[in-house]
């Protein structure tokens, strides 16, 4: 069951749209997931894997990145990956058609946040027994007949704890870095500012011995 879906920017890890299920529902604590959620967002750069799978707790986070958007999803455990997936490709594929060229522009959360029907119905269908989902089995069945192997099985696994903190040591490398940059500018200013300085003493200290000289030279 997928019990969570939520997109967001990946340069800034801002949430652009989401939908999921009622607690009493789904049996568990939606609000927890997604606050994980949000600090997967932001730890997303450029550079990471463009599909991913990440163990939390009872289940896992799936997350497809396109056009420099990620899409996630939470599911159960035991949720066909080739069906998260699937799900994960329609909704990136019609997403971006209404909405790709405004996402860059948006500075709101949530600003598409009426896409929330159109993943809720199809959703729905994804649902164990819907149309897409058995119609995702079938393409499955037939890959495996014909002998070929899945992407989806050589999608990257990993564990929320471990992204998370290496996320924050990235971001507290990046810190220093950047304190390390403001500190060399600073020195750099004044260097700058000594070396102004001296050139300016030895200006006066040159003005002033060519004065005494001038004068010496005019009393006589």
Known sequence: MVLMT???RVVDGLPLAATMQEDDQSGCNILEYQNQAKML???L???SPTRCSIETGPYLFHYLI???ICYLVLCERNYSKRLAFSYLEEIAQEFYLQYGKRVNTVTRPYTFIEFDTWMQRTR???AEG???ARRAAGGAAAAQLGGQLGDVQRIMMQNIDDVLQRGAILSELDTKTQN???MSQKYKKDATYLNTKSMLVKATAGAV????????FWIL
Not at 209 to 216: D, G, I, Q
């Open 41 to 43: 967002f932001r730890k």
């Open 130 to 132: 819907g149309a897409r």
């Open 124 to 126: 729905k269908q994804y």
């Open 209 to 216: 011995v060519l004065l005494v000289f001038v004068l010496y």
């Open 6 to 8: 939520m997109i967001a």
């Open 45 to 47: 750069s450029p550079q």
């Open 180 to 182: 390390l940059s403001m």
């Open 66 to 68: 396109e056009n420099e």
